[in-house]
C-alpha cells in the first residue's frame, strides 16, 4: 500500500488532518470494487461508511444525477421542486405516513429531530432520553446526544437536556422520565456502537412509555434504514413505530442527502423560521434518492438483503464457535459486528494488504455495512480473506 509523494504532500500541507487516513487514494469504483491510483483493486465490505447499500456508482443513480446536473443544480427551499415532493411521497408511502424535511447529512436530520421534539412537547419540557453506546452525529446537538464520552472530550460543556440510560433497560427508562422529558431517542440497531440491537419487547416498551408520557419517540435509522436490514426500515422489523425517524448515509445511493419523517400531527411544529438547510432537498439529490429506491423496487434488492444476509452468517457465524478470539458475532440484515476479545484494528490494515476493505468500530468490533448489489461470489471471496486473517488474529 502506497499514495503518491504528490498527494500526501497537498494533504499534508491543505488538509486539516482531522482524519486518520489510509495510505490509498482512491480513483474509482464500481460495485462492491474500488480502485486505487496504483491500479490496484479492492473488494468493498464497508462501501463509503454505510452510505453506498447499492454499491459505487449506481447506474440509475448516475444516470439521474447527471441528466439532473444538466438541467438545474440547485434552487432554493423558498420555491417547489417536483422531484422534492415525489421523493417525499415515496417515503412516506414506504414508512408510516410521515411528512418529509430535508437535510444533508444524519447529525442535521437528527438536529432537526431535537429541534422538532422540544418544539412539539410543552415549553419547559425539554429533555431528551438517549442510550449509552449510541451515535447520533458529530454537531454540537448531536454530539451532546451520543451518550459516549470519548466524543465529548475536550468540548465541554455540551448542550444541555440528554439523559443517557443503558441500551435495552427499560427499567432505567422509566426511572429517567420526568416532568421535563420531551422525547425518546434510540437507535433501532446501533451502528457505531458495534452493531448491537434490543428485543421486541424492549422497543415496544419504549412506544408505551412515549404514550403515556406524551413524549416523542424518535427512531435515528440514519445507518440501518433505506433497506438495509432487508426491510425498508429497520423499525418495521419490531413492528414499533417511531413517530419520528432519520434517515441518511443510503438515502440517495452515495449522494449526499438526509431527511427527517414525522407524523403529521407532529411535523406542523416545525413552523416556518424555526430550521433550514440551505442545499436540503436539492434537485440532484432528490433524483438521487428517487432513483434509489426505484432501483431497490425493481431489481428486488430487499429480497436479495436477506438472501446475503443468510449468506454471510453461513460464512461467518460458525467462525465464533471456531475461534476463542471471537467474544460475539452480531448481526440484523446486511449489518454485521464479530467483537472479539482484543484490539482489532490492525485487522483493518491487514485486510487491505489483501485486497479486502473492512471496518473496526469501538476498538474490537469487525463492522461490515455491505452493498445489497454483491454477488454471491463476492461474499465468498471476502468472507474467505476475512475468515484466514481472523484464524492467525492475534498473532
Given at each position: ?306 438472501q446475503l444476509a443468510e449468506l454471510f452468517f453461513r460464512l461467518l457465524h460458525p467462525l465464533s464457535s471456531e475461534l476463542a478470539s471471537i467474544r460475539e458475532y452480531r448481526q440484523v440484515g446486511l449489518m454485521i459486528g464479530i467483537e472479539l476479545r482484543d484490539d482489532a484494528s490492525r485487522l483493518v490494515e491487514r485486510c487491505m494488504e489483501k485486497r479486502l476493505l473492512i471496518n473496526v468500530t ?18 465468498r471471496e471476502g468472507c474467505e480473506i476475512l475468515a484466514g486473517e481472523l484464524r492467525q488474529f492475534p498473532a
Amino acid at each position: 500500500m502506497k499514495i503518491s509523494p504528490e498527494t500526501s504532500a497537498l494533504f499534508e500541507r491543505y488538509v486539516i488532518p482531522n482524519y486518520r487516513r489510509f495510505p490509498l487514494s482512491l480513483v474509482r469504483g464500481e460495485g462492491s470494487w474500488v480502485w486505487d491510483d496504483q491500479g490496484n483493486r479492492y473488494l468493498d465490505f464497508f462501501p463509503g461508511w454505510g452510505c453506498n447499500l447499492l454499491g459505487h456508482c449506481p447506474p440509475a443513480v448516475v444516470k439521474a444525477v447527471q441528466e439532473q446536473a444538466a438541467t438545474l443544480i440547485h434552487v432554493p427551499n423558498t420555491w417547489h421542486m417536483e422531484a422534492q415532493g415525489q421523493w417525499a411521497k415515496m417515503l412516506s408511502e414506504r414508512s408510516f405516513g410521515g411528512q418529509a424535511f430535508f437535510c444533508n447529512s444524519g447529525t442535521e436530520a437528527n438536529e432537526a429531530a431535537i429541534k422538532l421534539a422540544r418544539l412539539h412537547t410543552p415549553r419547559g419540557r425539554y429533555k431528551i432520553i438517549t442510550f449509552e453506546g449510541g451515535f447520533h452525529g458529530r454537531t454540537y446537538g448531536a454530539t451532546s446526544a451520543t451518550a459516549q464520552s470519548k466524543y465529548h472530550d475536550g468540548i465541554e460543556p455540551l448542550v444541555p437536556g440528554f439523559v443517557y440510560a443503558p441500551f435495552a433497560d427499560l427499567a432505567a427508562v422509566r426511572a429517567k422520565v420526568d416532568g421535563e422529558t420531551a422525547a425518546i431517542m434510540v437507535e433501532p440497531v446501533q451502528g457505531e456502537g458495534g452493531i448491537r440491537f434490543a428485543s421486541v419487547e424492549f422497543f415496544a416498551g419504549l412506544r408505551k412509555i412515549a404514550d403515556e408520557n406524551g413524549l416523542v419517540l424518535i427512531f435515528d435509522e440514519v445507518q440501518s434504514g433505506c433497506g438495509r436490514t432487508g426491510k425498508w426500515f429497520a423499525y418495521q422489523t419490531y413492528g414499533v413505530e417511531p413517530d419520528v425517524m432519520t434517515l441518511a448515509k443510503s438515502l440517495c445511493g452515495g449522494i449526499a442527502g438526509g431527511a427527517m419523517l414525522a407524523r403529521p400531527e407532529i411535523a406542523k411544529s416545525l413552523r416556518p423560521g424555526m430550521h433550514a438547510a440551505t442545499f436540503g432537498g436539492n434537485p440532484i439529490a432528490a433524483r438521487a434518492g428517487i432513483a434509489t429506491i426505484e432501483t431497490i423496487e425493481k431489481e428486488g434488492l430487499l429480497q436479495r438483503a436477506d438472501q446475503l444476509a443468510e449468506l454471510f452468517f453461513r460464512l461467518l457465524h460458525p467462525l465464533s464457535s471456531e475461534l476463542a478470539s471471537i467474544r460475539e458475532y452480531r448481526q440484523v440484515g446486511l449489518m454485521i459486528g464479530i467483537e472479539l476479545r482484543d484490539d482489532a484494528s490492525r485487522l483493518v490494515e491487514r485486510c487491505m494488504e489483501k485486497r479486502l476493505l473492512i471496518n473496526v468500530t469501538q476498538g474490537n468490533v469487525i463492522r461490515l455495512l455491505p452493498a445489497m448489489t454483491m454477488t454471491d461470489d463476492e461474499v465468498r471471496e471476502g468472507c474467505e480473506i476475512l475468515a484466514g486473517e481472523l484464524r492467525q488474529f492475534p498473532a
